[in-house]
């Protein structure tokens, strides 16, 4: 069986990396779980029981996706932790400029036509099933269904700890947007290469490698930015 990664005590995981929806009973420690789940990758979304993904959904919704989400594909999903911290983004550098102006969800349906949303959405699309069976620590690069955007895909070490004893390691999906030159590995770190301000951009996933009826999910951390956004 699949090995399925779940995060668990949002407690942690928030100082790790910012996140703060992991479920009861989730696990941390690399174990095997049942990653099936009986319905399609949208129903799989919209049945989660804390909402999680409902602005993603209003997305998918107005790029006319659904059908792509539920085809054939692997999708990284983003939450709408992740789609509100783009929005806080954007708000924040509209401030700046003026006190008065705003930036919110209706204000990005309004700038983002259906194909921009579509090419957006698309970045976190891959054709087939991308598990992590297919990942190292490396990484290596998959093309995602937006043309010309591809995702470095790969797996990153962490060291879980209680009381300051190591309790367990575990290997999370991770995905790196690449700008300008890759970043490369340097005594186990990732490092701009050119040190110019361009270092790639990388998320996590909180879960990974849930299975659907048409597809495999892995959901990227709340702490990342929609977009793989950057100022």
């Known amino acids: 069986m699949m090995k399925h990664i779940f995060l668990k005590a949002a407690a942690v995981l928030m100082m790790m990396y910012g996140l703060s929806s992991c479920k009861k009973g989730q696990i941390i420690d690399g174990g095997v779980s049942n990653p099936r789940v009986n319905m399609t990758t949208y129903d799989y979304l919209k049945s989660n029981s804390w909402h999680l993904f409902d602005t993603t959904l209003i997305l998918i919704d107005k790029a006319g996706m659904k059908d792509i989400i539920n085809g ?31 930036y919110t969800l209706d204000s990005l349906l309004k700038e983002f036509t259906p194909q921009m949303l579509r090419d957006s959405m698309s970045r976190y699309c891959f054709k087939g099933k991308v598990t992590r069976d ?45 700008i300008g030159d890759p970043d490369v590995w340097v005594d186990g770190k990732l490092e701009d290469p050119n040190d110019d301000d361009d270092a790639d951009i990388a998320s996590v996933c909180q879960t990974s ?22 100022n």
């Open 72 to 102: 054939d594909v692997t999708f990284f999903a983003p939450t709408n932790y992740s789609i509100n911290k783009y929005i806080a983004t954007r708000r924040d550098a509209a401030r700046k400029v003026s006190e008065k102006l705003d």
């Open 134 to 178: 297919q990942m190292t620590e490396v990484g290596k690069s998959f093309e995602s269904l937006t043309p010309g955007a591809p995702l470095n895909l790969y797996l990153t070490k962490y060291t879980f700890t209680k009381d300051g004893l190591m309790t367990t390691i575990a290997y999370l999906v991770s995905a790196r947007r690449v």
């Open 209 to 230: 490698g849930v299975l659907t009826t048409n597809g495999v999910v892995h959901v990227m951390a709340n702490s990342h930015i929609w977009n793989f956004y950057t």
